[in-house]
Structures are given as structure tokens and as C-alpha cells.
T-cell receptor, first 114, second 113 residues
Framework: EADIYQTPRYLVIGTGKKITLECSQT?????MYWYQQDPGMELHLIHY???????EKGDLSSESTVSRIRTEHFPLTLESARPSHTSQYLC?????????????FGSGTRLTVV | QKEVEQNSGPLSVPEGAIASLNCTYS??????FFWYRQYSGKSPELIMF????GDKEDGRFTAQLNKASQYVSLLIRDSQPSDSATYLC?????????????FGKGTRLSVIA
């Protein structure tokens, strides 16, 4: 079944640690996105990609990096975690804009930095 | 700055009533419009999309688009407690373009049994 997977589902980590949040999709979508969302708050676009070796910065990108070496894989890395990074991180993928599918979101990673 | 505006709510409606959720957008060139439902602690899920002026119906949901007024709405008929969630409006700035969707902040809907 085509889907989008995020791991880990929950992560508690100490300040200063380097972390990588994984996102993989089996739908063959070229476009992938990372969002940050605090409980009850709006989505903030962190990074996005339109295909292999393509990455773009969103509104909230300054403290993280992404890579797109394979179509199905779009990991997000925080070089030095801080308590302000505590949030839910959502990965999404899509067909080209205008297609009826819109975005498909993963289940998210809930990150807590202590 | 492209913007999508939604009333944050909460919008409270009794069970069985029609819930009306509204969204306005600033980019007159926008072509594609989406409604997502997000339950507390869960990821957004796509429930409706609309491209053309007018109404589009899918079960209990109807999306309405008025490009001249830059306005898109979602009607939920026969509202159920299970419809209680935050509803996100999203707008694509260009048809088949390479620009991410612009999301509104969402409207929280509460259906009272």
C-alpha cells in the first residue's frame, strides 16, 4: 500500500544532540515537504524538495538541513537540538500542483528536547 | 506575501446542523483550493479539493469557490461529533506550478451532541 512513513514516532533527546528525522514515501511523488507544528497552532514550512538533488528553504529553515538523494527519502537534520525545537514535525508529499491528491502527510514525529 | 485567512474559532454547532467554514485568500492568481481535516494530535488529511467556481459535493461535504471574491468555503451537512476537528484551508498559488501550498491557520470546529 502506497504511503508515507515517518520515524521515530516520538523522540526525547538532550540539548546539543544532533538528530535526523526520517521520512519515506512509496508513492513515487517528486515533491516532498517538512512542516513544524506546535499543538493547536499553524503549520510552518521548514524545507521542501521538487525532486532528487533539489531542496528549498521554507519560512523556518535556519536551524535545520535536508537532503534528497533518493526520490522516496527526505530526511531532516537538526545539527544541535535546543528546547525551542520541541514540536511536532510533519512530512508530506504530493504530485505536481493542481493534481487532485493535494498533499499526503505522514503520522509525524513528536520531538521533545530536554 | 500570499495569505490565507480563516476564522480560528472555535465554531460550535449542534449535532445535525450545517457547519459553515470560511476562507479568504490574497493571491488572485490562485488556482487550486484544498480543505484538510486535522484531529487533535494527528496529521492533516485531505477531505476536499476544488478548482472551478461553484459548488462541489462529496457526501456530507460541499466546497464552494468564488474566485471573484477570493473566497472558498466548506459546508458540512448533518454535523456529527466525529466532525469535531480543526479544518485547514490551503491554496495553491499557481496551477501546476512549483510553489508550496499556502495553509491557513485553521478553524476549530466543535459539534455538540
Amino acid at each position: 500500500e502506497a504511503d508515507i512513513y515517518q520515524t521515530p514516532r516520538y523522540l526525547v533527546i538532550g540539548t546539543g544532540k544532533k538528530i535526523t528525522l526520517e521520512c519515506s514515501q512509496t508513492m513515487g511523488h517528486d515533491k516532498m515537504y517538512w512542516y513544524q507544528q506546535d499543538p493547536g497552532m499553524e503549520l510552518h514550512l521548514i524545507h521542501y524538495s521538487y525532486g532528487v538533488n533539489s531542496t528549498e528553504k521554507g519560512d523556518l529553515s535556519s536551524e535545520s538541513t535536508v537532503s534528497r538523494i533518493r526520490t522516496e527519502h527526505f530526511p531532516l537534520t537538526l545539527e544541535s537540538a535546543r528546547p525551542s525545537h520541541t514540536s511536532q514535525y510533519l512530512c508530506a508529499s504530493s504530485e505536481p500542483q493542481g493534481a487532485k491528491d493535494g498533499y499526503t502527510f505522514g503520522s509525524g514525529t513528536r520531538l521533545t528536547v530536554v | 506575501q500570499k495569505e490565507v485567512e480563516q476564522n480560528s474559532g472555535p465554531l460550535s454547532v449542534p449535532e445535525g446542523a450545517i457547519a459553515s467554514l470560511n476562507c479568504t485568500y490574497s493571491d488572485r492568481g490562485s488556482q487550486s483550493f484544498f480543505w484538510y481535516r486535522q484531529y487533535s494530535g494527528k496529521s492533516p488529511e485531505l477531505i476536499m479539493f476544488i478548482y472551478s467556481n461553484g459548488d462541489k459535493e462529496d457526501g456530507r461535504f460541499t466546497a464552494q469557490l468564488n474566485k471573484a471574491s477570493q473566497y472558498v468555503s466548506l459546508l458540512i451537512r448533518d454535523s456529527q461529533p466525529s466532525d469535531s476537528a480543526t479544518y485547514l484551508c490551503a491554496v495553491s498559488p499557481l496551477f501546476s506550478g512549483n510553489t508550496p501550498l499556502v495553509f491557513g491557520k485553521g478553524t476549530r470546529l466543535s459539534v455538540i451532541a
